[in-house]
């Protein structure tokens, strides 16, 4: 079993609808955890990163973490064609073991449709 | 401008033959990471590096070697390729323990092995 599961997609929406995008994972020492946008043919690019369980809102993008329920969520607002990519999540723990070590789920492609 | 560069960007090559694929970042960062990206596996870690001369296995180590002479450079080795090394890698930085958690990725290389 993955460390971490995220559904591959492809999630299609009407541009303005809100893209609702999740994560769950099973390593209990995950802490930090972070959203990565990836258009084609380029490399991922960080969006979003929470520390912990909690909300954090940056414009039209909000991550949640439920560490109880072992679950992370990305919702874009009003989204737009741009917002086309494929999101992934990464997480890791505190531990100088698991400092370097990111864990990457596979990606969720969004396509935002005119 | 920031930046991971990645050379080459597009390689074909044949079972056996020795191949290098270079890592250069101009940020100063300690921290440096060669990734792996599959369809439907995600991101996976090669190997990472959290400053010169300290390098560590990921979670898919094995057929890779790497180095790490200089802080600026990480190059990804493999000895001896093989047709299950194809794939679309990707080199990323990030500052260190003491920094973010926000990596800079490089554009990647993809490696058709025959």
């Known amino acids: 079993q993955k460390e971490v599961e995220q559904d591959p997609g492809p999630l299609s929406v009407p541009e303005g609808a809100i893209v609702s995008l999740n994560c769950t994972y099973s390593?209990?020492?995950?802490?930090?955890f972070m959203w990565y946008r990836q258009y084609s043919r380029k490399g991922p690019e960080l969006l979003m990163y929470t520390y912990s369980s909690g909300n954090k809102e940056d414009g039209r993008f909000t991550a949640q973490v439920d560490k109880s329920s072992k679950y992370i969520s990305l919702f874009i607002r009003d989204s737009q064609p741009s917002d086309s990519a494929t999101y992934l999540c990464?997480?890791?723990?505190?531990?100088?073991?698991?400092?370097?070590?990111?864990?990457f789920g596979a990606g969720t492609q969004v396509v935002v449709t005119p | 401008e920031a930046q991971v560069t990645q050379n080459p960007r597009y390689l074909i090559t044949v079972t056996g033959k020795k191949l290098t694929v270079t890592c250069s970042q101009n940020m100063n960062h300690e921290y440096m990471s060669w990734y792996r990206q599959d369809p439907g596996l995600g991101l996976r870690q090669i190997y990472y590096s959290m400053n010169v001369e300290v390098t560590d296995k990921g979670d898919v180590p094995e057929g890779y070697k790497v180095s790490r002479k200089e802080k600026r450079n990480f190059p990804l080795i493999l000895e001896s390729p093989s047709p299950n090394q194809t794939s679309l890698y990707f080199c990323a930085s990030r500052l260190g323990l003491a920094g973010g958690y926000e990596q800079y990725f490089g554009p990647g290389t993809r490696l058709t092995v025959t």
């Open positions: 990464a997480m890791t723990g505190m531990t100088t073991d698991s400092w370097g070590k990111l864990q």
């Open positions: 390593n209990s020492a995950f802490q930090y």
